[in-house]
């Protein structure tokens, strides 16, 4: 395979903010050219797909200000600097939706969008779930409702869901319990 | 349903650049405090999952800068101004594979982060494929491989595919085509 690698020829730190960081690098080209490359620095987070006794899905709808709408996504957040995923998956599910989970399982990882950040999502799907009072973060205003997984499943295709970590975290979710 | 909404007070253009713009504003909650949100502009994009007659789907391997990796990718791209997401798929598909679609079919969509950006991902189902002649951009350097859809699945659990707009549609596509 030829070497696709870009090599750094120069970086500049254009903005650092509350929760990302943006950066303007120079890159050498495998053709030998130079390119510039636009990079928002974020941190690692998870998205928790939890799953009750009788098959529901806990989810959140949340005012996203970025495309100004309210979405129903899958309980999430950003870890903590030296926290761990799963420590993290634990606490995110406890502040937004108030349950904490018997048992957290990894489902997968993926980057949300390679291209221009470095945001690495861990995926996890929780059972044996325990409820009790949710704690979000101060300017955090989210409700939980607890949908059919089958229903879920739907709303991707309806366009009701329309979170892209939701979407992978709960098509690989129902495609493991299906097996 | 509470009043989730966040509005606007003020709002500043902190960079303007290549394939992105940040803008800082600030907002007041629905508790009355204000509080910063860093949004990151985007155009809307599309990712193509493109399954042959034989089962295969047609996959990308790509140098991600920002990630410092080679992921592999279903075919995807963003949306030139003016440009319909079903023209982009077309479009992209024929630039990063050579391929092109007799059928092409809109699965889903979602927000990539919309904790942070707007780019919106359009995502298509393409069959009834003719091979072709790659012609990618100038700096954009893919190889393409054909995939049986059913390792492609077990590759998003084995973590050999770590992007998240290929795991949803990929996902999508595969619960779709199997019932």
Chains 1, 2 share one sequence.
Not at 101 to 121: D, H, Q, R, V
């Amino acid at each position: 395979m030829k070497d696709l690698r870009e090599k750094t020829l120069s970086s500049k730190r254009v903005y650092e903010g509350r929760i990302l960081n943006l950066r303007v690098d120079q890159v050498l080209l495998p053709n030998g050219k130079e390119s510039g490359r636009e990079v928002v620095e974020f941190s690692e987070a998870v998205t928790i797909v939890a799953v009750t006794e009788d098959k529901k899905v806990l989810l959140v709808t949340q005012y996203r200000y970025p495309v100004s709408e309210v979405l129903l996504e899958a309980p999430a957040g950003k870890m903590d600097p030296r926290e761990n995923p799963v420590a993290c998956a634990r606490r995110e599910l406890q502040e937004e939706t108030g349950y904490t989970a018997g048992s957290l399982e990894k489902i997968c990882e993926f980057y949300t969008t390679p291209g221009f950040t470095n945001e690495l999502m861990h995926v996890f799907l929780a059972r044996d779930l325990t409820p009790g009072e949710q704690s979000p973060d101060e300017d955090e205003f989210v409700q939980v409702e607890a949908v059919p997984l089958q229903d879920a499943i739907a709303m991707i295709y309806n366009g009701k869901i329309r979170d892209g970590k939701t979407i992978a975290g709960l098509l690989a979710a129902y495609n493991m319990l299906k097996e």
